[in-house]
C-alpha cells in the first residue's frame, strides 16, 4: 500500500501541473485522473466509473484566468482510490458508488482552497523575480520559472498523497458502517448525481438545442455508468 500511495502521489504532483501551471494536455480531468488512480489501487474500472461522473459534475468549471474553482482533480483522486479499494473489499454497489461520489465534496473544496494559497505564494515569487531583474539578475526568471513549477507540483503530490490515503481510509473503515438500510438510501440518490451534471452542461451550452445536449449528455453518461459496471 506504501508503494501504491507513493505512486499516486507522483502522479498527482504531474496531473497538478497539467492543471494550471505547465502543459494543460487534460491529464488533470478527472475522468483521466481517477482512472489512472483505479489502475494504481487495483481496479481500473471502478476509478473509471466514478470518474465518469465526477467529469459531467465539473464540467464546466474551469481554471480560467483569476477563477479558482473546486478541486476536481483532488476530488477525482480521492474517489478513484475510494472506489477501487471498495470493490475489492465490500464490493461497489450503488449505495457504495453514490457515498462515494458524495464524500468527495469535501476533497475538492480542500483543494480549492490549497490552491488559492499556492497561488498567493506563486504571485510572491513573480513579484521577487520582477524585483530581481530590475536589480539586473536576468537569470532570475528562470530561476522564478522553476520555483513556481516546483512550488506546483510538490502541493500537487502532497494532495494527491493526502487525497488517496483519505480515499483509502474511507473504503476501508467508513463504508463498511454503512448499514443496507443506508446503502439502499444512497442508491435511490444515484439518478440524481448525473442530472445534476447534465444540467450543469446544459446550462452553460450555447446551441439552440439545448435540450438535446441535455438528453445526449444523460445518455452518455449512464452508457459510461453501464459499461464500466459490466466490465468489471
Known sequence: MAFQLALAALLGGVCYLDRTAACQLMLHRPLVVSTLVGAVFGNL?????????????????LPVGA???????????FAGAAAAVASSSIGL?????????LLSVPSAELGKLADRY????????????????????????????????????????????????????????????FGPGSRLEFSALLPAIPMLGAASVYSCSRTERTAAVF?????AV???????????
Open 222 to 232: 449512464f452508457a459510461a455508468t453501464v459499461f464500466f459496471r459490466w466490465a468489471a
Open 118 to 177: 499556492v497561488r498567493k505564494v506563486n504571485g510572491r515569487i513573480a513579484q521577487q523575480t520582477a524585483e530581481a531583474v530590475d536589480q539586473g539578475d536576468l537569470r532570475a526568471v528562470e530561476h522564478g520559472l522553476l520555483a513556481g513549477l516546483t512550488l506546483f507540483a510538490l502541493s500537487g503530490a502532497i494532495l494527491a498523497l493526502a487525497f488517496s490515503g483519505a480515499g483509502v481510509a474511507t473504503a476501508k473503515f467508513l463504508l463498511p458502517r
Open 45 to 61: 474500472a471502478a476509478g473509471a466509473q466514478v470518474g465518469a461522473v465526477l467529469e459531467m459534475l465539473y464540467l464546466a468549471r
Open 93 to 101: 454497489d450503488g449505495g457504495s458508488f453514490t457515498a462515494l461520489l
Open 215 to 219: 438528453f445526449l449528455t444523460m445518455a
Open 67 to 77: 477563477s479558482v474553482p473546486p478541486d476536481d482533480t483532488g476530488a477525482a483522486i
